[in-house]
């Protein structure tokens, strides 16, 4: 038996936006992999970064635990850490350090270390996971325990899916992306968090409390602009009555009276979310919860069975109101589509909030004034504004690579700078951003004229000085369609 700490490295602390926003969410992907590792019979500990006050905190708990082996597993779920946020990687280098100089073993896995598994062995790390790792993670644990004084190189020899320092240069093997692993199944370790703690601060900042789940893995949709550096497009579902149970098990633990779905597309089939429904309802195990879905899977069978569950709220990724656009991002629906799911989803009680993207390669001013006739007609409960993000691993960020010079991340969310050429500047589209919300905000709200007035006059400054906010040399779109990631504006 080993002595395991599991730990990640998103702290709410250092992302400016987010502590603000104060709306914290357990790493579901770390627990999940702590409860594997006690399935495989190890002691495991857990380094919880969320609601640490910054990296000072993480020599107490190494020494608190003393683990022989230090797993920093960052939550796949979690869209923050798909950002790369610099702070993030600088806090996980500093962990991993500790850990190292403390004599643990180092292993690290996340889309950051996929991408870039260099700065995270230069900072002491033993071995990167490549993608989800779950074969070769398990596979190091079991050399760990059968040979605890193995070296390096022979820990990690052979092993698909890993990048190691050998012989003082990188060895990396890549698998390329695989269907979700099976062996992460059941329930995550919801035992090792401090769970008041995250009550005590929804509260504060909320008045009420908030968790989350994952009914599923991956996405099997093909949006050119998603970067998917852990599951590629596979998706892997839990069994219906598996999640029901999970949900009825926090009702009676934490009683939390929310649950946010972090899957990337919750339910998918409707039959799954009909069972579903029919398992809450003879364990009265429902709490109210927010989903992400697509407009084309808003049928109304769906929706109804959506609200039998105890959905409460329903975020489409609509992305932009420009047909031209969304055939150009390979999204697969129609703007008519947007429109009927949003209905459709209100008329069952379920509130409504779109996912918008800016600055999407090759989109004019009209596409964008096609998004702010969407939100007019579709009048969604709320919105989400972002930009497009290059990321590494996808023909974006080929595309656009040489225009990034030093900056290829954000430091926090709150960083907000295109990083690409767009068909505008930055301010441009922090000025769209805050004119749509201000749309939403007024269509909620009662009939006032001077206020519709006032809006009106605001857009209309805006388009008149579009000229002044053009890119000079915007980057066009290539013959083969880009990818990407968006990432928020707001």
């Known amino acids: 038996m080993l002595k395991i700490q599991v730990g990640h490295s998103y702290f709410l602390r250092y992302d400016s936006k987010q502590w603000e926003r104060g709306k914290p969410y357990p790493p579901l992907a770390t627990i999940h992999i702590a409860a594997l590792l006690r399935r495989m019979e190890h002691e495991v500990t857990l380094f919880d970064s969320m609601l640490a006050d910054g990296v000072e ?71 990167v996971l490549i993608g989800e790792g779950i074969g070769a993670l398990m596979a190091l644990v079991d050399r760990l325990e059968r040979q605890p004084g193995i070296d390096r190189e022979g820990w990690t020899e052979g092993l698909p899916g890993v990048a190691t320092i050998a012989g003082g240069t990188t060895r990396i093997t890549r698998i390329g992306a695989v269907p979700p692993d099976p062996r992460v199944a059941g329930q995550p370790a919801w035992d090792l968090l401090d769970v008041e703690r995250y009550r005590a601060f929804w509260q504060a900042r909320h008045g009420f409390f908030s968790l989350n789940m994952a009914a599923s893995r991956g996405c099997p949709f093909r949006c050119n602009w998603c970067a998917k550096p ?28 929310h649950i946010w779905m972090a899957d990337d597309i919750f339910g998918f089939h409707v039959d799954w979310v009909s069972e579903f429904a029919a398992h809450l309802d003879a364990s009265d195990g429902s709490i109210p919860f927010t989903i992400q879905t697509r407009a084309d899977l808003a049928s109304e069978r769906m929706c109804a069975a959506l609200a039998k569950a105890g959905c409460a709220e329903a975020w489409i990724g609509a992305e932009s109101g420009s047909q031209r656009v969304l055939d150009r991002m390979t999204k697969g629906t129609k703007v008519p589509d947007l429109v009927a799911a949003r209905r459709r989803l209100g008329a069952h009680g379920i509130r409504v909030g779109f996912f918008i993207q800016l600055g999407y390669l090759g989109e ?4 964008l004034l096609a998004t702010r006739q969407l939100v007019e007609m579709a009048a969604p409960d709320d919105i989400g504004v972002s930009v497009s993000y290059p990321l590494p691993g996808t023909k974006f960020f080929e595309e656009v690579k040489a225009q990034l010079g030093d900056k290829t991340h954000w430091d926090d969310s709150a960083d907000l700078a295109m990083m690409f050429r767009g068909a505008y500047d930055s301010d441009f589209y922090r000025q769209f951003r805050n004119l749509l919300h201000d749309q939403v905000t007024l269509q909620q709200g009662a009939a006032d004229l001077q206020a519709r007035a006032s809006l009106r006059s605001r857009w209309n400054a805006l388009v008149a000085s579009e000229q002044a906010h053009r890119t000079e040399t915007p980057t066009l779109p290539s013959p083969v369609t880009s990818q990407g990631v968006a990432l928020p504006l707001a």
């Open 57 to 127: 905190d993480y020599a107490a708990a190494f020494d608190r635990a003393g683990p022989g082996l230090v797993v920093f597993y960052e939550d796949n779920f979690n869209f923050l850490t798909k950002m790369c946020l610099g702070r993030m990687r600088d806090a996980a280098c500093r962990m991993i350090a500790e850990a190292r100089a403390n004599g643990a073993r180092v292993i690290v896995a996340g889309s950051d270390a996929s991408d870039h598994p260099e700065p995270f062995l230069e900072a002491g790390a033993d071995a």
């Open 364 to 367: 004019q001013l009209d596409d």
């Open 230 to 257: 852990i599951w590629g497009n596979h998706y892997n579902q839990r069994p219906a009555e598996e999640v029901a149970a999970e949900m009825t098990y926090l009702k009676r633990t934490f009683a939390p009276d």
